[in-house]
């Protein structure tokens, strides 16, 4: 399998002004693009990897040669969060449906699932991402996760904040400083702006 930038789906100024056109440009053709030339580079002669689709990928880390897993873990992650990360994105949508009624039911109300998202990107030290996820026991979780680690290569090592990811927000400096510099607090808060809360609840009631 040759992975390949997927599209965005709108343009690099749609989510204006949350997150500015250039950040977004180079995010995407450049950041993202090159986890994909090295994950594409790192398992082209690993029979077992090179086959897989992305979530099948990183779910499979165990089967990477040791002196390349952490290369595949990083670079493999980042190509799948980055892709979740971009359909998510849309402005003017609003919670609702069967996601809307399990974070109320979670987290008593969407503004307190806010707060308690917004505390959880804000205590996270350096780079990585906050999620919210869906547990295999059915509930709903907000956890982060250190560099491009995704929540389904957990499994094995950190079954406590394991889950399938329903909302994903990069936290890496390079998301947000040529716009926002050090204030990652109006990032974060940028953020509810443009959730894709259709996408969202598709990802969420294809799980349950
Ligand atoms: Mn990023």
């Not at 398992?43 to 990897?49: G, S």
């Not at 873990?73 to 069967?98: E, M």
């Not at 491009?148 to 394991?162: A, F, S």
Request: a negative charge; charged letters at 20%.
């Amino acid at each position: 399998m040759n992975y390949t930038l997927p599209p965005l789906g709108y343009k690099y100024e749609a989510l204006e002004p949350y997150i500015d056109e250039h950040t977004m440009f180079i995010h995407h053709t450049k950041h993202h693009q090159s986890y994909i030339n090295n994950i594409n580079e790192a398992i082209k002669d690993i029979p077992q990897l090179n086959k897989l689709n992305i979530y099948d990928l990183i779910q499979s880390l165990d089967e990477a040669p040791s002196n390349k897993k952490i290369f595949i873990q990083n670079n493999a992650g980042g190509h799948i969060n980055h892709s979740i990360f971009w359909i998510g994105l849309k402005k003017g949508t609003l919670p609702y449906g069967d996601l809307k009624l399990a974070i109320e039911k979670e987290f008593n109300s969407i503004e307190n699932f806010k707060k308690i998202f917004e505390m959880q990107a804000m205590q996270h030290f350096g780079s990585g991402w906050v999620w919210l996820i869906l547990k295999p026991c059915g509930t709903l979780s907000i956890i982060s996760t250190i560099n491009q680690d995704n929540p389904l290569m957990y499994k094995n090592t950190h079954p406590d904040i394991y889950g399938y990811p329903i909302i994903g927000l990069d936290i890496w400096e390079h998301a947000y400083y040529l716009k926002y510099e050090n204030r990652r607090h109006e990032y974060i808060n940028a953020f509810w702006s443009i959730i894709n809360w259709h996408e969202a609840n598709e990802r969420f009631i294809q799980q349950i």
